[in-house]
Nanobody, 125 residues
Framework: QVQLVESGGGWVEAGGSLRLSCAAS????????MGWFRQAPGKEREFVAT????????VYADSVKGRFTISRDNAKNTVYLQMNSLKPEDTAVYYC??????????????????WGQGTQVTVSS
C-alpha cells in the first residue's frame, strides 16, 4: 500500500503561482510513476502531469504545458507540482496518484491504484 498526502493548495489571483506537494509513504519500494490529476466542479477528473521516480521523465497535459512543472525529491519521497501563470480555468481539486504501470497509459486515471485526498486550488479572475 502507498499512502499519499497532498498539501499546498489555496486561493490565488490569475497570473499567480502555487506549489503543491505530495508526500508518499507506506512502502519500501517507490512506485514507478507519480501523477497529478485535477477535477473541476461538474467535470471529469483529468490528467495534468506525471513523472517517473527513477529517471524523472515528465509528461504534461497540453493545457498546462509551459506553465506547470512536476518534480520529485527521492530523499523526501515527495513529488511537487509548481504551477505558474495560473488561470481561472485551473480551478479544481488537485489529486496526487501513484502507479506501478510502466506502459503508455500514464494519462489514464484507471492505471493509478493509489490516490491522495485532494487539495483545492482556486484561481480568481
Amino acid at each position: 500500500q502507498v499512502q499519499l498526502v497532498e498539501s499546498g493548495g489555496g486561493w490565488v489571483e490569475a497570473g499567480g503561482s502555487l506549489r503543491l506537494s505530495c508526500a508518499a509513504s507506506g512502502r519500501t519500494t517507490s512506485p514507478y510513476r507519480m501523477g497529478w490529476f485535477r477535477q473541476a466542479p461538474g467535470k471529469e477528473r483529468e490528467f495534468v502531469a506525471t513523472i517517473t521516480w527513477s529517471g524523472g521523465s515528465a509528461v504534461y497535459a497540453d493545457s498546462v504545458k509551459g506553465r506547470f512543472t512536476i518534480s520529485r525529491d527521492n530523499a523526501k519521497n515527495t513529488v511537487y507540482l509548481q504551477m505558474n501563470s495560473l488561470k481561472p480555468e485551473d480551478t479544481a481539486v488537485y489529486y496526487c496518484a501513484a502507479s506501478d504501470n510502466r506502459g503508455l497509459g500514464y494519462a489514464n486515471l484507471r492505471n493509478y491504484p493509489y490516490w491522495g485526498q485532494g487539495t483545492q486550488v482556486t484561481v480568481s479572475s
